[in-house]
């Protein structure tokens, strides 16, 4: 990965002063040299002076906050960006709500073959039901339609959509009136994406980027594969970034590597490793992660995709050929499988050398004590969504439902990972939950089970630093000289520190302790707006009338 964003224009010198600059090199900084698109100096006030006559340019922050830009290290661009611009489920109410919403934009879109949407969620409607066929087929009036539940993990489809799937009444996870998963639902969205037109998926990817620029994300993980994506929609993502202004895209391709050939053709894909969402189970709302032991309101254990020795394969090959690895496991089954397949390739290969690959695990939400400490000795990053807690956590919560209050408690234990030296890095799963880097930071610090909960400094570093650590950079995501000059300008009420346990909070306001201030992320308090997002010293975005 290089340190770029394209289209390359002339790089100028710039001083920033007169803010608040958020950078461990100086706590009390409030001005900042930009050159040649890297941190060159952070300081005070006073020292800015010297600056000020050899710089092209000179910004006056007017009291605004600049931190380093953040990085969501889990999105799906493509999706994010149809969510973005068609039929979006997120809000509705009801289940009678949504089909009237799906009635709404098959009328309003007459000329797309396929109908897409995104994120009804059953669970939140009174009905507590998602809607049968025959419901989608007069609502969608006779039209294909493809409607993924929220975590994308099953859909719901309209009968004209399954006729584009000969056979697909044969696939594992057809069911003739309940939503599809596994491979039936590998099918039928794979016909839908295929509809897609080469200027409808462009519109798409330039949605989800400016989104992500607008809201001081400096840089994304793009999670795909063949079960999520394809090729061509995967290569021209990373096309588009490279040759447009906006955010990094860091590129990761989830399919099974065996060999140096395998990882060879990832290489050339343009992916960073054969990661991200490489499926060992699935998801708790679909009834689809793999647990041990059955789910509370369903007769049954979920579902696995793979065993500990596909995972102990497939991180030997990477591995071996200097690729870094990576699975998507949410159930506490999956997770151990993860653990022991991963100690196996260890085994085999060296425990130093499965630590240097850095290899990493999506969601990690069902972790036991043991798996934690397995995450801490191989060296995994735990690549998380504080979002998912949010919205489906608490006593009333998906969570519950799925698999009861006791166990729901246990999951996305942030403290205990951090506790255990595993490094996180913080995103959003975009579609599934939205791109909010500051909510996603409220959602660490204040955590629906209060002993998960982590400070909202280590939060802060889990979504900006840690992104940049699970690609194997640590000299990026602060505000330090030499780093790349990624970085997000606010305007925001006054810092605070906040932290889990009182006694430390008070301790880091006091002036020796010289921990930098952090925006109020109390539930309530308006979180800060972004004004100017810049990646490698480039303006990306710009908020209108600032």
Not at 421 to 443: E, K, Q
């Amino acid at each position: 990965m290089t340190d770029s964003t394209a289209p390359q224009a002339e790089h100028r010198t710039v001083l920033l002063r007169g803010g608040e600059v958020h950078s461990p090199a100086d706590p009390f900084a409030t001005a900042m040299v930009v050159e040649r698109g890297h941190i060159a100096w952070v300081g005070s006030e006073g020292a800015a002076d010297a600056f000020a006559a050899g710089v092209d340019d000179v910004i006056d922050l007017e009291g605004a906050l600049v931190t380093p830009a953040f990085t969501d290290a889990h999105v799906h661009t493509t999706a994010t960006g149809l969510a973005l611009t068609g039929l979006d489920l997120s809000g509705a109410r009801t289940l009678v709500e949504a089909l009237g919403l799906v009635r709404e934009h098959s009328a309003a879109q007459a000329a797309d073959k396929v109908l897409l949407g995104h994120g009804w969620d059953a669970t939140r409607w009174p009905e507590q039901r998602p809607p049968s066929r025959d419901e989608l087929d007069r609502a969608a009036g006779g039209r294909p339609l493809y409607l993924p539940r929220i975590d994308v993990h099953s859909a719901v489809v309209t009968t004209a959509l399954l006729d584009f799937v000969p056979g697909v009444s044969d696939l594992a996870g057809y069911h003739p009136d309940a939503p599809l998963t596994a491979a039936a639902h590998h099918a039928v969205r794979a016909a839908a994406h295929a509809a897609i037109t080469p200027a409808q998926r462009a519109a798409a990817q330039r949605a989800a980027l400016a989104r992500a620029a607008s809201l001081g994300i400096g840089t994304v993980h793009e999670c795909a594969g063949p079960d999520i994506s394809d090729e061509d929609d995967f290569t021209f993502l990373l096309e588009l970034a490279g040759a447009e202004p906006g955010p990094r895209v860091v590129g990761y391709w989830a399919e099974q590597v065996a060999n140096a050939k395998d990882a060879q053709r990832i290489r050339e894909l343009g992916a960073v490793g054969a990661a991200g969402d490489l499926f060992v189970d699935g998801s708790l709302g679909s009834h689809t992660a793999h647990l041990y032991a059955p789910y509370a309101d369903a007769p049954h254990t979920g579902a696995a995709h793979l065993d500990s020795a596909a995972v102990a394969a497939h991180v030997a090959a990477c591995t071996e050929a200097g690729l870094q690895a990576g699975f998507h496991a949410i159930g506490d089954a999956a997770l151990t499988a993860v653990t022991e397949g991963i100690r196996a390739a260890a085994d085999t290969l060296g425990l130093a050398r499965v630590r240097a690959a850095r290899h990493r695990v999506e969601h990690a939400e069902m972790l036991t004590p043991e798996t934690i400490a397995a995450f801490a000795e191989f060296g995994l990053t735990a690549s998380v969504q504080p979002a998912f807690d949010a919205a489906w956590g608490g006593s009333e919560g998906m969570y519950a439902q799925r698999l009861g209050a006791e166990r729901a408690r246990t999951l996305n234990p942030y403290a205990a990972l951090l506790r255990a030296g595993v490094p996180l890095a913080f995103g959003s799963d975009s579609p599934v939950t939205p791109l909010d880097p500051w909510g996603t930071l409220r959602a660490a610090a204040f955590h629906r089970t209060p002993e998960h909960r982590i400070s909202a400094r280590a939060a802060f570093t889990a979504h900006t630093r840690g992104g940049w650590r699970a690609v194997g950079r640590d000299d990026a995501g602060v505000l330090v000289p030499g780093a790349p000059a990624d970085y997000a300008v606010w305007r925001t009420e006054e810092l605070v520190v906040q932290a889990p346990d009182d006694r430390v909070a008070r301790w880091s306001t006091d002036p020796r302790s010289g921990t930098p201030g952090l925006p109020d992320l109390t539930p309530g308090a308006e979180l800060p707006r972004c004004l100017r997002t810049v990646v490698f010293g480039q303006t990306v975005y710009e908020r209108p009338n600032e």
